[in-house]
C-alpha cells in the first residue's frame, strides 16, 4: 500500500503523499517473518517448516517478478520473508515505517479525517513514547492471523489432553506417538496434520465437507467435530449422513479452525460503526471489501480471504490511491447512498457463492472478477493487467488441482511442480512435475 503511494509521488509531480507506515512489530515481513518460540508462548501463526501453498510465480507482486528460474516454485517462510525485503529495498519502503509503533486509536473526526493514536517502543531502556497525528486517509492492513478462532462445542472443556490451535503449532514433535486431532481440512490443517502424520501413532483430520470416515495410511479423515462425551471420546457426523463416528483415546487437539477479523484500536469511541463479530468472519460496512461505506477516506487492505495475497493487494492499494487523487483516471466511487445499499447487500449475502455469513469475504475462484473491477476503479485496466490476472488465474487452477488430488497424509508431491509463467499467452509452461500431466497449456 505504502508502495502504491509513493508510485503515484512519482508519476504524478502535482500530487505529493506523505506516507507514513505503522508497524508494530521490529521489522517487516508481518507473519512470514519466523521466529521460534518454542521457549514462550507462541502466538503468530508461522510454523518452522512450513512451505508455501502457492507457488512463488502467482504470489509475486506485479512490480516484482519471481520465480520462473527452475527452481522450487514452492519456497519456504524464509525465501518469502527474503522476497518482502527485496521489494521494500527496491521500492525504498524503508524510509516511510516506523517500527515498534502500536497502533491504539482510531477516531473519525468531523471534517471526515482520521486522528491516530499510537505508541512507540524506542528500544532504549524500554522507553515508550506516545503519539497522536492527524491523516487524510487512513489504510488499515492489520491483516486478520492474530485472533484465532475456536469452535463452541459441546464437552470441549471436559477434554483431558491438550488443545492448542494452529497459531500456537510449531512442529510435530511434541505429538510423537500420540493419537491426535486436527479440526479443520483447509490448507493449514491439510499441512499441519501431513506434519504431524509422520511422527504421531495417528492423525483424525476433520472436514466439514467430509460425510463419512476414510483411513488412509496412520490418518483417518472425519466428517465435522460435533461433540466430546464423558469418557473423552470426540463425536463427529456430518449433516448429509445418519452415520457417527466416535474416536477414542485421542490425546491432543489441533484447532486449524481459522481466525476472526479484529481491530482492537476501532471501538465506541472511533465514530465509524464498524461491526466485526467474532465467530462471523465478516467486517461491516465495507464497499466492494475495501472502503468503509459511509467513510471511504478509512480502508481495509486484505480482507478477502481463501485468495492469492501479493497481487490482490498491490491492485488493491492502487485503487485505494486513485480515488484520492484530484483528477480520477479511473471509475469513482458511488454517492454515500449507493456505497451503503451496496455493502449492506454484500454483508446479507453469503459471500460470492451465497453460502453462510463466515463465506463473506470469501473469494477464491472469484478474486479474478473482483481484481478485474478494482483494477477499473483505479484505472490499471488494459491488456496487460488483463494477462496478469489471466495468468495467475491459470497457475492457481493447475496448483489448486494438484494440492486437492492430495491424499490426506500422503506424500507432499505438488510442492515438487516448477513454474514458469508466460504473460503473453496467459499460461504457464512447467518445468518439473511428479504428477505426470502435459507441461504446457
Not at 508497524?23 to 517448516?49: C, F
Not at 491438550?162 to 479443520?184: F, M, R, S, W
Not at 460496512?285 to 487492505?301: D, G, K
Request: charged residues 25%.
Amino acid at each position: 500500500t505504502a508502495r502504491a503511494f509513493l508510485r503515484e509521488n512519482e508519476l504524478n509531480q502535482n500530487t505529493q503523499y506523505d506516507v507514513t507506515v505503522l508497524e508494530s512489530r521490529d521489522s517487516i515481513g508481518g507473519i512470514w517473518k519466523y521466529e521460534d518460540q518454542t521457549k514462550t508462548e507462541k502466538n503468530r501463526p508461522m510454523y518452522r517448516n512450513l512451505r508455501t501453498n502457492l507457488p512463488k510465480e502467482l504470489m509475486a507482486y506485479r512490480e516484482l517478478p519471481w520465480g520462473s528460474d527452475g527452481e522450487a516454485s514452492y519456497v519456504t517462510h524464509k525465501d518469502v520473508l527474503e522476497y518482502l525485503e527485496a521489494y521494500a529495498n527496491k521500492f525504498d519502503l524503508l524510509k516511510c515505517i516506523s517500527f515498534g509503533s502500536s497502533v491504539k486509536q482510531l477516531t473519525v473526526l468531523d471534517d471526515d479525517q482520521i486522528s491516530l493514536e499510537w505508541t512507540t517502543n524506542t528500544g532504549e531502556n524500554g522507553n515508550v513514547e506516545t503519539h497522536k497525528q492527524t491523516f487524510d486517509n487512513v489504510c488499515v492492513c492489520n491483516g486478520h492471523y492474530a485472533r484465532p478462532a475456536i469452535p463452541r462445542l459441546e464437552g470441549l472443556d471436559t477434554f483431558s489432553g491438550d488443545i492448542i490451535h494452529a497459531i500456537e503449532y510449531d512442529n510435530a514433535q511434541p505429538y510423537a506417538g500420540k493419537t491426535v486431532l486436527c479440526v479443520g481440512a483447509k490448507p493449514s490443517g491439510l499441512d499441519i496434520s501431513r506434519e504431524i502424520g509422520l511422527v504421531a501413532k495417528h492423525v483424525y483430520l476433520s472436514d466439514s465437507a467430509c460425510d463419512k470416515m476414510q483411513t488412509f495410511g496412520n490418518v483417518s479423515l472425519m466428517p465435522r467435530m460435533q461433540s466430546v462425551d464423558e469418557n473423552g471420546g470426540v463425536h463427529f457426523s456430518s449433516p448429509r449422513s445418519a452415520e457417527e463416528h466416535v474416536a477414542v483415546d485421542i490425546d491432543a487437539i489441533v484447532f486449524c479452525s481459522g481466525y476472526d477479523y479484529d481491530f482492537p484500536f476501532i471501538n465506541e469511541k472511533s465514530n465509524l460503526e464498524l461491526q466485526f463479530t467474532p465467530g462471523e468472519r465478516r467486517v461491516q460496512p465495507l464497499y466492494e471489501q475495501t472502503w468503509h461505506a459511509r467513510c471511504p477516506s478509512v480502508s481495509f487492505i486484505g480482507i478477502p480471504h481463501s485468495i492469492v495475497p501479493f497481487p490482490l493487494c498491490e491492485i488493491q492499494a492502487a485503487a485505494i490511491v486513485s480515488q484520492t487523487r484530484q483528477q480520477i483516471n479511473g471509475i469513482p466511487l458511488p454517492c454515500l447512498s449507493d456505497r451503503l445499499a451496496a455493502a449492506s447487500e454484500d454483508a446479507a449475502s453469503g459471500g460470492p457463492n451465497g453460502a453462510r455469513v463466515q463465506e463473506t469475504h470469501n473469494l477464491a475462484s472469484h478474486q479474478w472478477d473482483f481484481c478485474r473491477k478494482l483494477a477499473k476503479i483505479s484505472g490499471d485496466y488494459d491488456d496487460e493487467m488483463e494477462k496478469f490476472i489471466a495468468t495467475n488465474k491459470a497457475i492457481y487452477d493447475r496448483s489448486g488441482q494438484e494440492r486437492k488430488s492430495m491424499i490426506p497424509g500422503g506424500d507432499d508431491v505438488y510442492r515438487e511442480t516448477r513454474f514458469r509463467r508466460n504473460d503473453e499467452n496467459q499460461s504457464y509452461e512447467i518445468l518439473y512435475s511428479k504428477t505426470g500431466t502435459k507441461s504446457t497449456v
